[in-house]
């Protein structure tokens, strides 16, 4: 045994790989299972597209596998459907709800579309924009429709949940990634560091979540607090709650502690110890945190607790980083 543990010491570390899939020589095609019974084949199911969305009978894949024919005929311009989906999705993301809300579903069991046309043009200009998702945002963002004021109108008492569009929506929370990811980074301590291996999404990790590791055994605690969809099964959207955990969490963590220790220090450092430095500490963490000045009152009680004991700054900051404001998208 001493020996055995000597020479797994002795092994040195792991050498990068790529995670990939590898097509055989001489690919065949699989049968069907009679009654889901693979020890109970039926006949041979060729490798091709689905009939169902095919004008005509689609011709067998030819090459290898057929993954990459496949992926041609999912993204190509004769199936409408693929691009419909996209930009839906894509403006689910920038508007909180899809011009389909069902996203997953297209069908008859689906939700109807709310703006047909737009959802065609959409599709069309995605295809004539070779499939860029980058143009896709930028011809989204620059609409009048997402440019709209937050004020309601008259026609908003007729449209309650806001299908039309008539006016912005206010408020959004941001999803648990982009929660942890925006507490470094006000915190001055997120790594921006580009590519490289998962690691658990430990307190240590100091990096972009999306190259945290999920496990779909052992999901991260603080993740689920936040809604973070069970990697076991397909979810189509992040259901939003608010609960007392998630203010807990950001009262009793050591994580949120340490970071607002370290965006209490940043603050020391950017403003000068002058008289009625505080104030103008108050000010600047209201820039950073909420990307607005303070107001008096805010700027008055911000003052008064940092004056009932030394070294309240930790503290002050902490309770800036639980405000709802800090985890809503505007």
Known sequence: RAEAKAAEKAVPAAYPYWHVLKDREKPSNARVAIRGDASNPGEEAPRRFLAILSADEPAPFRKGSGRQELAEAIASAGNPLTARVMVNRIWKYHFGQGIVRSTSNFGQLGDRPTHPELL???????????????????EMLLSAAYQMSSEEGPAAAAD?????????NVVERMDAESLRDSVLAVAGTLDLAMGGEPKPLTDQFLRRAIYATVSRSNTDRTMLVFDFPDPNSSSEQRIT?????????????????RQAKAFADRLLKE????????????VRAYQILFGRPAGEEEIRLGLEFLEEKEDAWPQYAQALLGTTEFSAIQ
């Open 120 to 138: 065609d043009y959409l599709a069309s200009r995605f295809v004539e924009a070779r499939w860029s998702i980058k143009a896709m945002h930028r």
């Open 241 to 257: 709650t608010v609960g007392p955990m998630q203010r807990l969490y950001f009262m009793n963590s050591q994580f949120v502690a």
């Open 271 to 282: 403003t000068p110890r002058e008289k009625g430095d505080n104030r103008k500490r108050i």
């Open 160 to 168: 309650p949940e806001n299908k039309l569009l008539s006016h912005a």
